[in-house]
T-cell receptor, first 114, second 109 residues
């Protein structure tokens, strides 16, 4: 998991503003993922990408957008349309395309919308 | 989508006691993975199980995959304060991970 970086660690924004969370990996992994975690909750999938220039919606994609222009980068934009954006956001990556591959997580970004 | 139910939600134990968390699915799973998330941290991969009836051990941790591949368990023997955190099971299906809701373990010294 040391090969995935997320910045910043803490982020504060005013309601109504869009904000972009950074995720970079140097593991040469094909697949990348964004999850949202609320206090005391599990991980919910927002978006995922299996290859450059391609991505799919997860279970809670409304109010979020992503891009995958480079293999190493998978930024997440939290838009003003997201009703309750305050949460812990985790980025992850996975090598290969097999159902036996493991997932590596970045340190996460804690977003607080004031 | 794939549903993985995990119980219990919370577990408070005295240091030295054992701990077990369970994951159950209504469908047959091809694999199951376990992750640990320390307070304030991010999930870290522990292990993956793929074979029916598989049992794997990591020091005081024992992982089992059911014979029907519909359930799995993580057992910690003689818990220590370093075991504190939330334990998640996860299933990988067609490049999507489905996580259980997690079991939060608190160990009292």
């Amino acid at each position: 998991d040391g090969g995935i970086t997320q910045s910043p660690k803490y982020l504060f924004r005013k309601e109504g503003q869009n904000v972009t969370l950074s995720c970079e990996q140097n593991l040469n992994h094909d697949a990348m993922y964004w999850y949202r975690q609320d206090p005391g909750q599990g991980l919910r999938l927002i978006y995922y990408s299996q290859i450059v220039n391609d991505f799919q919606k997860g279970d809670i994609a409304e109010g979020y957008s992503v891009s995958r222009e480079k293999k190493e980068s998978f930024p997440l934009t939290v838009t003003s349309a997201q009703k309750n954006p305050t949460a812990f956001y985790l980025c992850a990556s996975k090598s290969g395309r097999f159902n036996t591959d493991t997932q590596y997580f970045g340190p996460g970004t804690r977003l607080t919308v004031l | 989508g794939q549903q993985v139910m995990q119980i219990p939600q919370y577990q408070h134990v005295q240091e030295g006691e054992d701990f077990t968390t369970y994951c159950n699915s209504s469908t047959t799973l091809s694999n199951i993975q376990w992750y640990k998330q320390r307070p304030g941290g991010h999930p870290v991969f522990l292990i993956q199980l793929v074979k029916s009836g598989e049992v794997k051990k990591q020091k005081r941790l024992t992982f089992q995959f059911g014979e029907a591949k519909k359930n799995s368990s993580l057992h910690i023997t003689a818990t220590q304060t370093t075991d504190v955190g939330t334990y998640f099971c996860a299933v990988l299906v067609f490049n999507k991970f489905y996580f259980g809701s997690g079991t939060k373990l608190n160990v009292k010294p």
